[in-house]
Nanobody, 125 residues
């Protein structure tokens, strides 16, 4: 299973970026797809996920109200729209696929089987 993340870059504080994650049709249908990030010297942080079972979405507290997860089934692509970016959002962002569907599982990196290569997001203050 291959996940290809893109869309990172350099943006000023208060700006927006949209990340994309492309995979194959089978993965897109039977896996929950999520986003994490990791800044230097920190652990990987849960950002958002969409459950494959019922389409429910969840967000981490640090991004709730600013980030939005969505998908385009025709393109087998998941997105993360990031608005009102802050300097502390600077990190490498990863998309990932999990066979689980409940919130308690989907916030843990250990419950994801596949990971994209990561895309760097840098927010200048």
């Amino acid at each position: 299973v291959q996940l290809q993340a893109s869309g990172g870059g350099l943006v000023q504080a208060g700006g927006s970026l949209r990340l994309s994650c492309v995979t194959n049709e089978r993965t897109f249908k039977i896996y929950s797809m999520g986003w994490f990030r990791q800044a230097p010297g920190t652990t990987r942080e849960f950002l958002s996920v969409r459950s494959y079972r019922d389409g429910r979405t969840w967000y981490g507290d640090s991004v709730k109200g600013r980030f939005t997860i969505s998908r385009d089934s025709a393109k087998n692509t998941m997105y993360l729209q990031m608005n009102s970016l802050k300097a502390e959002d600077t990190a490498v962002y990863y998309c990932a696929a999990s066979p689980y569907y409940s919130y308690s599982d989907l916030t843990s990196t250990r419950k994801y089987d596949y990971w994209g290569q990561g895309t760097q997001v840098t927010v200048s203050s």
